[in-house]
């Protein structure tokens, strides 16, 4: 029984490991947007939308990254640049620079709708991508309420094991007669009151 026992045990851990190791996979998880990219047309202008996990309103985790290269010229150099301005055009994130270089900007910005723009010169390819991890503000949270569960589940099935072995017992209990109560009657039931001697073949006359 306490091998039984400690296995349960050991189980239940293990899937407590296992719900937890899953679920961080599934937070680590990037969402990317494609806002410019090679063999698309150069869009100057682009919508990003940063949309809330279970209705959170914590900060999401973006990365944004972006390599213009000219077509003509790949080792030509031109001033380039883009500025991510939220819904009341309010500068958040902004870069300057040149062809040929590939740049990467990580942040925390708040759910909602932004917009991208990119200023380029003519036959210049702009490559943008951005990357948004929305289950990471509610990792935490998440690995907490998956644990509890699976602890409620724990105990409950316990529970109801213990509970369901109970009634089992008891109902073989009240339906079970100890030998020794048990009385098997085969043919006529006896007379009260007869003794040996009048249960023998000859019995006296009955007198009137």
């Not at 380039?80 to 590939?102: K, P, Q």
């Not at 723009?117 to 991508?129: D, K, L, R």
Request: hydrophobic fraction near 40%; glycine fraction near 4%; proline fraction near 5%.
């Amino acid at each position: 029984m306490e091998r039984k026992r400690i296995l349960n045990i050991s189980l239940w851990v293990i899937a407590l490991l296992v719900i937890n190791v899953i679920w961080w996979n599934v937070a680590s998880n990037e969402a990317s947007q494609q806002l410019n990219d090679r063999g698309f047309e150069f869009q100057p202008e682009r919508q990003v939308s940063l949309q809330a996990v279970f209705g959170s309103d914590a900060e999401l985790p973006i990365s944004i990254t972006t390599e213009f290269v000219h077509q003509d010229d790949p080792t030509r150099s031109e001033n380039v640049s883009w500025r991510l301005l939220d819904e009341s055009n309010n500068v958040v994130l902004s870069w300057e620079g040149s062809t040929n270089e590939i740049a990467t900007f990580d942040a925390e910005l708040p759910p909602g709708e932004y917009t991208l723009n990119t200023s380029a010169g003519e036959n210049i390819v702009a490559i943008q991508h951005l990357d948004v991890a929305p289950f990471v503000p509610i990792a935490t949270l998440g690995h907490v309420l998956l644990s509890l569960f699976l602890v409620v589940v724990a105990f409950g099935e316990s529970a109801a094991r213990s509970y369901i072995a109970k009634r089992i017992e008891q109902t073989e209990s009240k339906h079970s007669t100890p030998a020794e109560f048990r009385k098997s009657r085969v043919g006529m039931p006896e007379i009260d009151g007869l003794d040996e001697e009048d249960e023998s073949a000859w019995r006296d006359p009955i007198t009137l």
